[in-house]
């Protein structure tokens, strides 16, 4: 690889897959790692008797931290890129892996979970930078592979933490400060090539970037406006599965803990496999019909899982995660194009904003259930997906945009 990452300037299309197949397994690594937090609580909720709602904090210290200061790290590597930020950001995860490992008290998690969330918040919006530099054009396949790789990785914390971490306890989260030390060498190398391009020097934005925009400024308005909602959506609704899913199959269907993080695995797995076709398909048929079934298309499914019994549950997940999970790599591309020039910014906005629906869901959500229960948050999230009708707002980007 490293030949290839060396010579990216006259092997275009060999090293653009290299390139593009190696950030999307550091997304991997990241995720995963990341994914270690809420695959754990139930054991911090017993070890540190905690409530739903404290849990809820933890995951809205973690996701907040990095919706913060995604949109800021965006904003400024746009003017200022910093071609060594990835191993840097990988640096922080690793120091939060083993805060939590360590950690004797509900402080130290929440410290934890902000270092965690700093490393997310400098990784997403710079790597997201690197896959579109990699694509060759074809940016929603270049957005797909790069997200479907955190998604993998987010599918694989839960087994991970079932096979590994629960059997010999929260201290053995420190083991994975190997993973991040690796990933840490992958994105140095990465970072060379990123600087190899010269875009580490001059910066994604052009002259007249910040006129480009195929629409008037009121009509991009509105569109990212559009957009938020449909990320609104479905980050509340995710934060339902990835924060009180393990809850929900204990106390409903009585299964042990590892139990329920496999078919928390197959839930993100699905979701995983449902990303690699968003993106393609935007690129082929408009990123606006993607966004459109993407959303709205769970809703029956949502409605419907409240109700099913265990085995109905897994696979209505499974269709939820595999619908739901398209929207984001189209959602991403689309506003890329809408607001051309500015790829940090908008990545680091909709990464960002994402985490951050995810934290506030996750400590409203804890409310929710700590006063109601658990079924009755699934029973108000289902209703979520009906906010996908306002990408019927959405103008027809691909009939406008020129070339970026």
């Given at each position: 690889?490293?030949?290839?990452?060396?010579t990216?300037?006259?092997?275009?299309?060999r090293?653009?897959f290299?390139?593009?197949?190696?950030?999307?397994?550091?997304?991997l690594?990241?995720?995963?790692?990341q994914s270690?937090l809420?695959a754990?609580?139930?054991?911090?909720k017993?070890?540190?008797?905690l409530s739903?709602?404290?849990?809820?904090?933890l995951?809205?210290t973690?996701q907040?931290?990095a919706?913060?200061?995604q949109?800021i790290v965006g904003?400024?590597?746009?003017?200022?890129p910093?071609a060594?930020?990835?191993?840097?950001?990988?640096g922080?995860?690793?120091?939060?892996l083993v805060?939590?490992?360590?950690?004797?008290?509900y402080l130290?998690?929440?410290?934890?979970a902000?270092?965690?969330?700093?490393g997310?918040?400098?990784?997403?919006?710079?790597?997201?930078?690197?896959?579109r530099?990699?694509?060759?054009?074809?940016?929603?396949?270049?957005?797909?592979?790069f997200?479907?790789?955190?998604n993998?990785?987010?599918?694989l914390?839960?087994?991970?933490?079932?096979?590994v971490?629960?059997?010999?306890?929260?201290?053995s989260m420190a083991?994975?400060?190997?993973?991040?030390?690796?990933?840490?060498?992958?994105?140095?190398?990465?970072?060379q090539?990123?600087?190899?391009?010269?875009?580490?020097?001059?910066?994604?934005?052009?002259?007249?970037?910040?006129?480009?925009?195929?629409?008037?400024a009121s009509?991009?308005?509105?569109?990212?406006?559009?957009?938020i909602?449909?990320?609104f959506s479905k980050?509340?609704y995710?934060?339902?599965?990835?924060?009180?899913y393990l809850?929900?199959?204990q106390r409903?269907f009585?299964?042990?803990t590892?139990?329920?993080?496999i078919?928390?695995?197959v839930?993100?797995?699905?979701a995983?496999?449902?990303?690699?076709a968003g993106?393609?398909?935007?690129d082929?048929i408009?990123?606006?019909?993607?966004?459109?079934?993407?959303i709205?298309?769970?809703?029956?499914?949502t409605?419907?899982l409240?109700?099913?019994?265990?085995?109905?549950?897994?696979?209505l997940?499974?269709?939820?995660g595999l619908?739901?999970?398209?929207?984001?790599?189209a959602?991403?591309v689309?506003?890329?194009?809408l607001?051309?020039?500015?790829?940090?910014?908008v990545?680091g906005?909709?990464?960002?904003?994402?985490?951050?629906?995810?934290?506030?869901?996750?400590?409203v959500l804890?409310?929710?259930a700590d006063r109601?229960?658990?079924?009755?948050?699934y029973e108000?999230?289902?209703?979520?997906?009906a906010?996908?009708?306002?990408?019927a707002?959405?103008p027809?980007?691909?009939?406008?945009a020129?070339p970026?």
């Amino acid at each position: 690889m490293a030949e290839s990452v060396v010579t990216a300037g006259t092997r275009r299309e060999r090293t653009t897959f290299a390139v593009l197949g190696a950030i999307s397994f550091c997304h991997l690594l990241n995720d995963m790692m990341q994914s270690l937090l809420p695959a754990i609580y139930p054991l911090l909720k017993g070890g540190f008797d905690l409530s739903f709602g404290q849990i809820g904090l933890l995951t809205l210290t973690y996701q907040f931290t990095a919706s913060m200061l995604q949109p800021i790290v965006g904003l400024f590597t746009d003017k200022r890129p910093q071609a060594y930020s990835l191993p840097f950001s990988m640096g922080s995860t690793l120091i939060g892996l083993v805060v939590v490992a360590l950690a004797g008290s509900y402080l130290m998690l929440i410290l934890g979970a902000a270092l965690l969330g700093v490393g997310s918040s400098i990784f997403h919006p710079e790597s997201s930078r690197i896959a579109r530099l990699a694509s060759g054009g074809q940016h929603g396949l270049a957005q797909s592979l790069f997200q479907v790789g955190g998604n993998f990785g987010q599918s694989l914390g839960p087994l991970v933490a079932a096979f590994v971490i629960v059997p010999r306890g929260q201290e053995s989260m420190a083991w994975f400060a190997l993973v991040a030390l690796g990933g840490m060498a992958i994105l140095t190398i990465l970072s060379q090539w990123y600087k190899g391009t010269g875009e580490a020097h001059r910066g994604t934005r052009k002259p007249g970037a910040d006129v480009a925009s195929p629409f008037p400024a009121s009509t991009v308005r509105r569109a990212i406006a559009v957009l938020i909602a449909l990320i609104f959506s479905k980050y509340f609704y995710l934060a339902s599965i990835t924060s009180y899913y393990l809850f929900y199959l204990q106390r409903h269907f009585g299964l042990s803990t590892a139990q329920a993080q496999i078919y928390l695995f197959v839930f993100l797995a699905s979701a995983a496999a449902g990303t690699i076709a968003g993106g393609p398909i935007g690129d082929r048929i408009g990123r606006k019909p993607v966004i459109w079934a993407s959303i709205l298309g769970v809703l029956p499914f949502t409605l419907a899982l409240p109700h099913v019994g265990l085995a109905g549950t897994v696979i209505l997940s499974m269709l939820i995660g595999l619908i739901l999970s398209s929207a984001f790599a189209a959602i991403v591309v689309y506003a890329q194009e809408l607001m051309p020039g500015r790829v940090g910014a908008v990545s680091g906005l909709f990464f960002g904003f994402a985490f951050g629906m995810g934290g506030i869901g996750a400590a409203v959500l804890g409310w929710l259930a700590d006063r109601t229960s658990i079924e009755f948050v699934y029973e108000v999230c289902a209703f979520l997906p009906a906010i996908g009708l306002l990408a019927a707002f959405l103008p027809n980007i691909e009939r406008r945009a020129s070339p970026t």
